[in-house]
Each structure stands twice: as structure tokens, then as C-alpha cells.
């Protein structure tokens, strides 16, 4: 009966959602995107075929604006968490909304006869503020205004689509090199508010917003299935009351399925065969980190629901010893998988088998001709003669956030690859020992692993490549952006990389003792990182934290970076992205340092400036962040700004009368620095101050007769 309510449900929840896409202009929340390090609703409108990022850009030239919105495309800059039961079939890239081109005619009001002005739809923009969030312009049809209940009143489910004028990513036909379409959403209390609904042209250097959006289809999903180290309720994997164990959970699934799986310790069997695993399937998504409360994935919490895939069948490992019972490998790989949210632990691969690749390689994860994608996730404590952490036969599995300590094997004890190209981002190598080569990594036969910000730090080999082992047969490991330092081997043998009649090539990139022999190098620093203890610093993996004055502090360089850093923070948080897999964030609020005057004093002038400086430089300058303190004069009032970094000159119209004048920065301010931090010391009100005299007084000697 539970069996049949499971499939009954995935049937309903299909129906439900034609139901409501079905509806003309419907507005469906379908989960979110990660951008940095905050998440951001992804809306779809059915009736266009698109879906929305509810995040505002702040305002830039039309240039810029545009080339982030390409950069969104870019690998891991947004990372998608759909809600259950939803699936997307993307069909276009991110983009600004489109805008049908043609003549511009100003105070066009009925919406049909021309491509500008009020209550236009066939724009997306249009489509949105009139159609499907029901908004009004502040002109009716025929031209009258205002018109009951106008203004950008309704958000529907946006919550940072703001009273801005945004941008379009059609130009101007007529006048494409400094022209595109634009689209106004005022609310009813903006001093512009009549603006409001107009869809017009405006000039690319002008400062103006941005919306995205992405053409895509979506429909139900596969079904969630939920595992507990214990199977409760039937242990059907239905919901988290009728969760089953993670073997049921994957011997069941299928193409296209999820699997969370709830906080615990979860074993491969619980008999004695140091032959069983946990295979991963196909299009099969793994997920940990659960409470096992959960409705939706972007609800678990990784640092707090540690979820530990383990070998240690009898529970009784101290270290290396008490582990002949434990199974081979602890993970085995598929194709298509992905394995995200996960401690892998306690794997031993010790055995000699037949044939090759056997159960002496992959302690923690054995990957054979399979490519999975793997993601959050921590190898520690494993051991294999090759390959303690991970091995990787003929695959090209794909790492990002990942970490590997404490796993030791006699090649290659973090990871081995045997002709294989795994491409590994923001990855940390901590305290691996090899008692032969590779302490971090071994790379054998045609192996050709990319490695992006990465760290190997604190790693051994007994003999050579404390960092990485490169053996003959043309291993051409491909490392930017990459930390080596503080690895070991004996004195002469590659303690950060050896190559042994191979070719590795080194960019941009932190190597203790400068570019290792036989590599090609680029931008080489050999200048101490000045590394902190690996430890918890946010994020969902342990990680090697920069301490202030690395040398690997925006050094790196943006064209090969990865967006992130190991734990989410956006990069670059400087000048430029850092070195490795921790990106240096600074936490230092901005202040106002001074405020003075460039004008003499006292003045008649009808218009002075004021020099701003900031402690650092600064964004997101505008009128409304200052105020005036002012005695005796009326009307004054700031009338505008200029400058850049740190540095603004503020204009201030001094109005009329006698009197002082004084420019402040107020609480209200939203001005931050480069990395976001708001502007602290506020309201900062120490600055200098303009005397005003506009009537000049003269006094006449009395004559008395």
C-alpha cells in the first residue's frame, strides 16, 4: 500500500504542476541559484519560456552590464538547486531581456501603435511588469492619467526586482553604437513614479540596472529517494518517515533520480564482505547532509549534518590499525553520477589481486573507465598500495570542494591516476604520505589531471614528489593558479613536484624552491603563502586558510580562476583572485576619513564642492548618501558628485541667505567597499564647514547737523 501511495504521489505532483503552467502568464518559483555566497529565487514564466534570476545588477554602463551576463554562463559561477520535483531543460544561455527593435516615438500610450512608451507587452520586460505581475503605467490606453492602481505595486513572487530603470539586451537599430532599449519599474512613490511602465531607448553609457533571464522548459522531476543509516517506517525510500538504507536507496534508483541522504555513519554492508560498496548509478545524484527533516535540497546544512560514508565494518579502526576487515573500496564510481555532501572514510584497499586495476587500488573511491562528478566531499584516513584516497583508471572524473587528508598508500596517497584527466577546482591535498612516490597525487601513463586553485600542503613521499609524483609515459599535468608548499620528500627529490621524464606545466601558481625541475613555467612565485592550520573556515570541507601578506593574495589570474573559493566566497574578493583553493576575503569596513572644503571660506558662491575621502576605495556613490548641516541659509542642497576609488568631490547648491553650511555622511548611506563591506563610523558629521554670506551689510557714518 505505502509502495503504491509513493507512486500515486509522484503522479499527483506531475498533475499539479501542468495544472499550474497551464495558466496564462503563471509566475512558478522553481528553487534557487547560488551566486557568491547568497541564493537567489529562479522564477519561471510559462507563458514566455523563461526563467527569471530575482537578482538586481546594480546600476553600469550597457557594455558591462552585458558582459556579466555572459560571465553567469561560465562553469560554477551559479550553482542550481531545484526544488523537488522539478526538472529543467535548459534551451539558451543568460542573457538581459530582449526588446522588439524599431522607430522610437516618444508619448505613445495605447501600447499597440509603436515600439515605445507606456502599456507595451511584446517586450520580456513589458510581458513581466504588465501581464504577469499585473502592473499599471501611470497612463491609461487613451492617454489619460493617472490611472486607479498604477505604479509597480506588484512584485508576485520577486523579491529584488527593484524601483529601477533596467537595461534590455537589444541596441537601438538605428543608432546601435550608443543606443539600446530600456524598460522603467517605478512604485508610485518615486519622485519619477510617472516614468513607470515606459519601455524606451536610452544611451549605453548611461548607468542603468540589470535583470536576467534564460529561455528553458520545465516539467516534474524523478523521484527523491530517502535513505537513513537505519531503514524506518517501510523503508520504501517514499519520504524521510519511510526513509530506507543507502544500499536499497541505490540498488533502486534510476536515470534521473535523487537520493538524500540523512546526518550519520553509513556502511557498505553490515556482514563481513570486504568486497561490498556503495556503486554509484548512472544519472543518479547522491546527496548528504540532511537533518532528515528537509523539503527541498537547498535546505541542508553540510557543516552541521556530517554524513560519513565509512569501511570500517567493525568500528574499531585506531588510524591504519585494526582495519583488515574493512572493505576494499569504500565508493566505486559510475559514469554520470554525482557523489556531493560526503566524509569518505577508512577504506583499505591493502589486497593483491588479479589483473588491473584490483582491490589494492581505491581506499576511498575506485574509479574504473567511470567519469562521476564529485563535489563537497572529504577523503580521509584511507589506505590502498595505490590510490588511498581516490583511483582513477581511464576516467575523467570531475572535483570541485573537495578535500583529501590523512590517506596514505604506497603511490600516490591523496589520489592516483592511471591514463586518466580528472579536472579538480578549489581541491585542498593536506597531510597525505606516500611511502614510495606522490604524497598528494601520483599521475602514471598518460595522465593529464587539470588542476585549478588548488592547495598541497603538509603531504610526504618517502622517496619522491612530496606534492605530486609525475612518472614517464608523458603524465602532462596541467596546474594554474596552484599552491605547492611545505610538501616533503628527501632533499633533492621533488619535495613539491617530480617528474620523472615527464612534463608537467605550471602557471600562475605558488611552488616552493621556484618552477620544479622538468616542468614548463609561467609566473612563477617563490615567495612564502604564509599558510594558516587546516581547520573549518565556512564551507562545507576543511581548508588552508591565507593568512594576511601571502603571496598568494591577488596573484592569481582571473582568466583561469574559479569563480568560488573552496567554501563559496566569490572571487576575486581583491585586485585579483588568490593563489589556491582559499580566496583571502576582507572584512575591514570602509570609513569616511575626512570631509574638507575646495572652495575659500567664507563665500558668496551659489554653488561650492567638498573633497570626500574614503579609507579605501569604495562603489555605489550617490547624492542620497550625503546630507547637509545647514544654519541660516535655505534652499541649499547637493546637486551632484564626481570621482572614483577613494576620493569623490561632492557639489552642494548653497542657496540663498547668510549662514553655514556643512556636508555629512548619513546612517542611511549604502555605500560599501570593493569586497561589499558597508560604510561604518556612521553618520559621520566631523567635516568642515562653508560659511555663507550673500548680503554684504554696509554701514553709513550718521551726520548730525
Not at 37 to 53: A, M, S, T
Not at 133 to 162: C, E, I, M, R
Not at 438 to 463: C, D, E, K, R
Request: charged share 10%; net charge negative; with cysteine.
Amino acid at each position: 500500500m505505502k509502495k503504491n501511495l509513493f507512486i500515486f504521489s509522484a503522479i499527483f505532483l506531475f498533475f499539479w504542476f501542468s495544472v499550474v503552467c497551464s495558466t496564462n502568464a503563471a509566475l512558478i518559483t522553481i528553487g534557487t541559484a547560488t551566486y557568491g555566497i547568497q541564493d537567489y529565487n529562479l522564477i519561471y514564466e510559462d507563458d514566455q519560456g523563461l526563467i527569471w534570476l530575482d537578482y538586481t545588477k546594480g546600476r553600469d554602463i550597457w557594455s558591462n552590464q552585458v558582459n556579466w551576463a555572459i560571465g553567469l554562463n561560465s562553469p560554477g559561477v551559479l550553482e542550481y538547486h531545484l526544488n523537488p520535483g522539478i526538472s529543467v531543460s535548459w534551451e539558451g544561455d543568460w542573457r538581459l531581456p530582449t526588446t522588439v527593435d524599431g522607430p522610437y516615438t516618444y508619448d505613445s500610450y495605447d501600447g499597440t501603435t509603436t515600439l515605445s512608451g507606456w502599456n507595451i507587452t511584446t517586450s520580456e520586460m513589458g510581458h513581466l511588469y504588465y501581464e504577469s505581475l499585473g502592473n499599471k503605467a501611470y497612463y491609461a490606453t487613451d492617454g489619460s492619467y493617472p490611472q486607479p492602481g498604477w505604479g509597480f505595486n506588484n512584485n508576485g513572487p520577486f523579491v529584488n526586482v527593484l524601483g529601477e530603470r533596467y537595461y534590455s539586451g537589444t541596441e537601438y537599430a538605428l543608432a546601435p553604437t550608443n543606443s539600446t532599449w530600456c524598460f522603467v519599474f517605478y512604485d508610485s512613490l518615486d519622485h519619477n513614479a510617472h516614468y513607470t511602465g515606459l519601455q524606451s531607448v536610452g544611451g549605453k553609457d548611461n548607468y542603468y540596472s540589470t535583470l536576467v533571464v534564460r529561455p528553458g522548459v520545465v516539467s516534474a522531476a524523478p523521484a527523491v529517494r530517502y535513505a537513513k543509516p537505519a531503514a524506518s517506517g517501510t523503508g520504501n525510500c517514499s519520504s524521510w518517515a519511510e526513509a530506507c538504507t543507502l544500499q536499497t536507496a541505490l540498488t533502486t534508483a534510476v536515470n534521473g533520480d535523487e537520493i538524500w541522504a540523512a546526518a550519520g555513519t553509513y556502511k557498505p554492508t553490515t556482514g563481513a564482505d570486504r568486497a561490498a560498496t556503495f556503486q554509484l548509478k548512472n544519472g543518479v545524484a547522491l546527496y548528504g547532509g540532511f537533518a532528515g527533516t528537509e523539503t527541498a535540497r537547498i535546505q541542508r546544512n553540510l557543516a552541521v549534518n556530517a554524513t560519513i560514508l565509512s569501511g570500517d565494518l567493525s568500528g574499531d579502526d585506531v588510524g591504519f590499525t585494526n582495519n583488515s576487515e574493512n572493505v576494499y573500496h569504500v565508493v566505486t564510481g559510475a559514469t554520470g553520477a554525482t557523489l556531493d555532501g560526503f566524509s569518505i572514510t577508512a577504506g583499505n584497499a591493502n589486497d593483491v589481486g588479479s589483473g588491473w586495476p584490483d582491490t589494492s587500488c581505491g581506499g576511498g573511491m575506485f574509479s574504473n573507465s567511470s567519469s562521476p562528478t564529485l563535489t563537497n566531499l572529504t577523503f580521509s584516513g584511507n589506505f590502498a598500495t595505490y590510490g588511498g584516497g581516490m583511483f582513477n583508471n581511464s576516467s575523467s572524473p570531475a572535483l570541485a570542494n573537495v578535500t583529501f587528508s590523512g590517506n596514505s598508500a604506497t603511490y600516490g596517497a591523496g589520489m592516483f591516476n592511471d591514463s586518466s584527466s580528472p579536472a579538480l577546482a578549489n581541491v585542498t591535498f593536506s597531510g597525505n604520505s606516500a611511502t614510495s612516490y606522490g604524497g598528494g597525487m601520483g599521475n602514471w601513463n598518460i595522465s593529464s589531471p587539470t588542476l585549478t586553485n588548488v592547495t598541497f600542503s603538509g603531504n610526504s613521499a618517502t622517496y619522491y614528489g612530496g606534492g605530486m609524483f609525475n612518472n614517464s609515459g608523458s603524465p602532462s599535468p596541467q596546474i594554474r593558479n596552484t599552491i605547492f608548499w611545505d610538501n616533503t620528500a628527501p632533499s633533492g627529490e621533488g619535495a613539491q613536484i617530480f617528474n620523472n621524464g615527464s612534463t608537467s606545466s605550471v602557471s600562475d601558481s605558488v611552488v616552493q624552491g621556484g618552477c620544479p625541475a622538468g616542468s614548463t613555467c609561467t609566473n612563477i612565485i617563490a615567495t612564502n603563502p604564509l599558510l594558516g592550520t587546516i581547520g573549518d573556515y565556512g564551507g562545507s570541507t576543511q581548508t588552508i586558510p591565507l593568512l594576511a601578506g601571502s603571496s598568494a593574495i591577488d596573484t592569481g589570474n582571473d582568466a583561469t580562476c574559479a569563480a568560488t573559493d573552496q567554501r563559496g566566497i566569490s572571487r576575486p574578493q581583491g585586485a585579483h583572485c588568490d593563489i589556491g583553493a582559499y580566496e583571502y576575503a576582507d572584512t575591514t569596513a570602509p570609513i569616511v576619513t575626512s570631509i574638507i572644503r575646495l572652495n575659500p571660506s567664507p563665500t558668496n558662491l551659489a554653488s561650492v564642492d567638498f573633497t570626500v575621502t574614503f579609507s579605501e576605495a569604495v562603489s555605489g556613490v550617490d547624492t542620497s548618501d550625503f546630507a547637509l548641516t545647514a544654519s541660516g541659509v535655505s534652499g541649499a542642497a547637493v546637486s551632484g558628485f564626481s570621482g572614483a576609488g577613494s576620493v569623490y568631490t561632492v557639489s552642494v547648491n548653497t542657496g540663498t541667505g547668510n549662514g553655514t553650511i556643512r556636508l555629512d555622511v548619513p546612517a542611511s548611506a549604502t555605500i560599501t567597499d570593493l569586497a561589499g563591506n558597508p560604510l561604518a563610523g556612521l553618520p559621520y558629521t566631523g567635516g568642515e564647514t562653508y560659511t555663507v554670506e550673500k548680503i554684504t551689510w554696509i554701514y553709513l557714518p550718521l551726520i548730525m547737523r
